[in-house]
């Protein structure tokens, strides 16, 4: 399978997660269980939608870094852009995030990625 339909594989995958995502705000009520759950399907709906954005975005701005290469910087990116999501809602939930701690988590998760790029280099 092509990187390029293993792209749109995950894209269909995060339009679910999304649909997923949708219904269970509105089916379930807000308790801790379904917080967690909550915050999973959020994570991997990031995951699933920031991968092909990064994976296009790379192919047409980027050099290529080759067939596994350009995959695995997408997945990394979204792996990170997900997480980095998910923390927030959590930190949210608990009634701790402010916006400074916001921006330096932020800030954390572009410098995890610019030493990576720069370990390619």
């Not at 995060?14 to 379904?34: D, E, R, V």
């Not at 852009?81 to 988590?105: D, H, K």
């Amino acid at each position: 399978m092509s990187n390029r339909a293993l792209m749109v594989f995950i894209a269909f995958l995060g339009a679910i997660f999304w649909a997923a995502l949708i219904a269970l705000m509105n089916l379930k009520p807000p308790t801790m269980p379904n917080r967690g759950l909550f915050l999973a399907i959020l994570g991997m709906a990031v995951l699933c939608t920031t991968a092909p954005l990064s994976y296009a975005l790379h192919a047409r701005l980027a050099a290529s870094l080759g067939r596994s290469g350009d995959l695995g910087r997408a997945l990394r990116q979204g792996f990170l852009a997900a997480a980095l999501v998910s923390t927030l809602m959590a930190l949210r939930f608990l009634y701790i995030l402010t916006p400074f701690s916001g921006v330096v988590l932020g800030c954390i998760v572009l410098l995890v990625e610019v030493l990576f790029s720069l370990r390619r280099d």
